[in-house]
C-alpha cells in the first residue's frame, strides 16, 4: 500500500472514530440505558425483583428480552397490592370433562331473608350456588358471575358486588336505588374450570392474536415491491421465531417498547411502512374447548324469580321524570373521585350517577360545554363511539376528512364558530385494524408527553380491549408509562382535565373476555388511584344494561356515557 494511501486511511479513521465518539456523547448512551425516571415517590429499583404474575407460567429470566423493560417506575408494594386485586380463586387443576365444570342450568340463586316491602336504598343480598353437570354442589369458587337487579317495565337496573365465598357458593350484594318493581337477574360468564382456561393462555400464548407489517421497496429491475410479514409486541414469552436474525425489531426511544417483524424475503427492515390486523390462533386443547364452548359462556341462570316490591324512602322521591336521589350524597364532579359500587343506576334509560352529580345534556347543553376546548381522545373503537356521538350532537362541529384511516385515525372535527377542535387517534401498537400507516400509530403516554395542556384541554383515553391476550405485565407497563405522563402533564399545566374511560363489557372467548377485561381494568384503576384524574365507569353501565352484551354498547349507553363526560368537564 502506497504511503499516501495509509496516511489517508489513517486520518480517515480518527475522523471516524472522532464523530462516533461525539455521536455517543451527544447521545448519551455510551454511559448505558437510563433509568425511567420515577413520576410519584417510588421505591428504587431493586435489582432482585421483577413483575411476575404468574411466576410459574412467565419464562426464566434469561429469555427476558430487556429487564429495564419490566421497570415502568412503580414500587414492589405497589405492584404487590395490584396483584392482590387481581387474585382470582378457582381449581387448583385442569377440569378434562364439561360434565365436572359448574353448569348455568343447574346453578342457581336465591334472596335471602326476602321481605313483602323494600324502600329505596335498601341492602339485597341474594346467595349463588354453583353446581356442576352432575347436580353436584360446587367445592370451590372462581365462577365468573355477573349479577342485577333490573326491570324490564322501567328501563331500569343497577349492578350488584359478587363476592366469592370459595365455596362453591356467592354472594351478590345490591342496592335498590329506584321505587316500583325489581327482579334479580345472574349470568354466568364463565365457569371457573373456564377462567382457569383464560389464565392460562394468558401467559403462554400471546400470539394468539397477531399482525401484518408491509415492506415497501423496489426490486433490482427497479419495480415497486411489497412484502408481507407477521409481526406482534416484543414482551416475555412471545417468539416470532426462534431462529436466529429472524426478525426486525422496532423500539420506540422514549417508552422502549418494541415491536417485531419477521424479516421480508428480500426488503430491508427500514422497509416497513404499513401495519394491520393479521389473523387468530386458537391453541385450546379439546378438553379446554368443551368448558369454553359458548353453549356454556354468558348464560342467565334459572333463580329466584320473585318480584322485589320497593316502595320510596322517606328522604326521597325516585322516578323517571325526579331523578333526586337520597342513596348516596352527591358531589360536585371533581378529579379523584373512586368508583362506588353501585356507581350509578338506569331508570327509564337514563343513568344516575353516585360517583358525582352528573348533569344530562341537551344537544345544546352539549355545545356550550364543548365550547373553547381542544378535546383529544386516544383509544379503541369504543373511544370512537364517543368522538362520532359528538359530531353527530353538535350540529356545527364538522368532521374534517384528514384522508386517514378510518379504525386508526387520527380523527378531526372543527366548530369554528364555538371554537372547538375534537381529535381522536388509536393508542397505537398493538391494534387490530384495516391497513394503516406505521407512522400513524403513536403510543398515549409519547402523545401525551407533547400536549402542552391547559384549562382548555380535555384529555381523554382509553385502552384494554387489544391487549386481552398480551400478559398482564405487558398491559402494565403501557399503564405504567401514561401515568408518568400524566403526572407530568399535570404538573406542568394543573388545569388539563384528564378523563378515563374504563373497559366495557363485550368479548366472551379466548381472545377477548370480559375477566380478561375485568383485570386489566382493575390495574388501570389501580395504577391511577392517586393521580387527579377522571374515572369514567362504563363496565358496570354496560354489564348491567338490558341490551345485548357488544363490545360496542349502543347509542343509549353512549348517550349516557358521554352525559357523564359532559359532566367532568362542565360541573355546572
Ligand atoms: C431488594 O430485594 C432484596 C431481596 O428480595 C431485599 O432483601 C432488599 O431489602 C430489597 N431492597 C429494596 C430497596 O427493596
Ligand atoms: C361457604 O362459605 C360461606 C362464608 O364463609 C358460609 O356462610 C357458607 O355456609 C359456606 N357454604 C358451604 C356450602 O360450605
Ligand atoms: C321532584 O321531587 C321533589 C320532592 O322530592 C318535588 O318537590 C318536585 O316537585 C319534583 N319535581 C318533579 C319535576 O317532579
Known sequence: MAHAQIKSFVILSLGLLFFLVLWLYIHDDWKGAKPLPRPLQRQPRNQSYRIAINTQTLRSPEASPAPAMNDPGLGAEEWDRIQRTLHWGGPDHQVTTATMSTSPDISTFIINDFKDTYHVGDELHVTIVAKDFTGAPKRYGGD????????????ASVFGEVLDHQNGTYLARFTLPWAGEASVAVRMIHSSEAVLVLKQHQNTDPDRIYFYGFFVGKNPQGARVVESVECNVKWDGLVLSTQRNCCCEYQDARTRLTWQCRKPRSLPCDALVDHSA????????????????????DRWLKGDARL????????????????????????????????PLPAGFYLMDVWTSFVCGARHFTAIDTAKCLKDKHIYIMGDSTSRQWFDFLIQTVPTLKRMNLHTSAQAGPLLAVDTQNNIDLHWRSHGLPLRTTKTSMSALHYVSNEIDDMVGGPHAVIVFNMWAHFTNYPLTFFAYNVFLIRRAVV????????????????????????????????????????????????????????CHYSRDNIHPPPVVIKNEIDILLSFMCPQ
Open 144 to 155: 365468573f358471575f355477573q349479577a342485577k337487579v333490573y326491570s324490564d317495565k322501567l328501563k
Open 278 to 297: 393479521g389473523g387468530y390462533r386458537n391453541r385450546m386443547t379439546a378438553p379446554e374447548k368443551a368448558v369454553m364452548n359458548s353453549k356454556y359462556v
Open 488 to 543: 407530568a402533564l399535570l404538573r406542568r399545566a394543573p388545569g388539563t382535565k384528564v378523563v378515563i374511560k374504563t373497559a366495557n363489557t363485550g368479548y366472551k372467548d379466548i381472545f377477548g373476555s370480559d375477566w380478561f377485561s375485568m383485570q386489566l381494568d382493575r390495574i388501570l384503576r389501580e395504577a391511577f388511584r392517586d393521580v387527579e384524574v377522571y374515572i369514567l365507569d362504563v363496565w358496570q353501565m354496560t354489564a
Open 308 to 339: 322485589l316490591r320497593v316502595n320510596p324512602s322517606i328522604a326521597t322521591i325516585v322516578s323517571a321524570s325526579n331523578a333526586t336521589i337520597g342513596v348516596t350524597v352527591r358531589e360536585a364532579c371533581k378529579p379523584g373521585l373512586p368508583t
